[in-house]
Nanobody, 129 residues
Framework: QVHLVESGGGSVQPGGSLSLSCEVS????????TAWFRQAPGKEREVVAT????????YYADNVKDRFTISRDNAKNTMYLLMNSLNPEDSAVYYC??????????????????????WGQGTQVTVSS
């Protein structure tokens, strides 16, 4: 059984920072990829950043590039999202997601939420003054 448990999130003023964590369990090896998605009220779920646990390049949505950093700790099977320079448009429920596969699968599927079969419970991020 694959499980994803998120932590972090909360409320912060514009310009502030927050960090999210997602502990992944149940995969037999590091051949899987993970992502952060977010969904604001009335909007579609959108990808924020993705990473492959077997190594390789991270990818970011254009609207978070240079502000957010995705990282992983293979020893802890945990993915992180460090969010800097937050603005109200970043307010949303943030979800972590995971999917087993090769690096080629990751390249092909990384941005599509329909390709991920395992999801965390979601955590609220609110940016407001």
């Amino acid at each position: 059984q694959v499980h994803l448990v998120e932590s972090g999130g909360g409320s912060v003023q514009p310009g502030g920072s927050l960090s999210l964590s997602c502990e992944v369990s149940g995969f037999a090896n590091n051949r899987y990829f993970t992502a952060w998605f977010r969904q604001a009220p009335g909007k579609e779920r959108e990808v924020v950043a993705t990473i492959y646990f077997g190594g390789g390049i991270e990818y970011y949505a254009d609207n978070v590039k240079d502000r957010f950093t995705i990282s992983r700790d293979n020893a802890k099977n945990t993915m992180y999202l460090l969010m800097n320079s937050l603005n109200p448009e970043d307010s949303a429920v943030y979800y972590c997601a995971a999917e087993p596969g090769t690096y080629a699968d990751y390249i092909r599927k990384k941005f599509s939420f329909s390709q991920y079969n395992y999801w965390g419970q979601g955590t609220q991020v609110t940016v407001s003054s």
